[in-house]
């Protein structure tokens, strides 16, 4: 049984999982970057994550999604990148889709985005 965890937690998961894909590692820094927050914000974040066991962080300050991280972290961005897909595909332009996907990611059930990955499965 996991804990639940917050919608900006799941955002946090997800951007160092985009960052690990594009630069190799993640470190808070980039989180920052990526996202716009402060460094300040993203430290408090990266410890609570880390208290919860989601993260680690080794000496050189690298990040590393631990598997309830790295779990959690794949479901979103698989939405995220099939929602926006699917957006851009019914002609919304890829900017906004990629913010209205950051905001239906975290709310649409199990179910509904099965359905929606099955009734659009070629996109």
């Given at each position: 049984?996991?804990?639940?965890?917050?919608?900006?937690?799941?955002?946090?998961l997800e951007?160092?999982?985009r960052i690990q894909e594009k630069k190799?590692?993640?470190h808070s820094v980039d989180i920052a970057?990526?996202?716009?927050?402060?460094?300040?914000?993203?430290?408090?974040?990266?410890?609570?994550?880390?208290?919860?066991g989601y993260i680690s962080m080794d000496k050189n300050g690298e990040l590393h999604l631990l598997p309830p991280g790295l779990e959690i972290?794949?479901?979103i961005y698989e939405r995220h990148q099939f929602l926006t897909r699917l957006?851009?595909?019914i002609?919304?332009?890829?900017?906004?889709?990629?913010?209205?996907?950051?905001?239906?990611e975290h709310d649409l059930s199990?179910?509904?985005f099965a359905k929606l990955k099955e009734a659009f499965k070629d996109i």
């Open positions: 049984m996991s804990l639940p965890i917050y919608e900006s937690a799941e955002d946090y951007a160092i999982l190799g590692v993640a970057e990526l996202k716009h927050y402060s460094k300040a914000s993203v430290s408090v974040a990266m410890k609570k994550l880390r208290e919860n972290a794949e479901r957006l851009v595909s002609g919304v332009d890829e900017e906004t889709a990629e913010e209205d996907a950051c905001k239906l199990e179910v509904s």
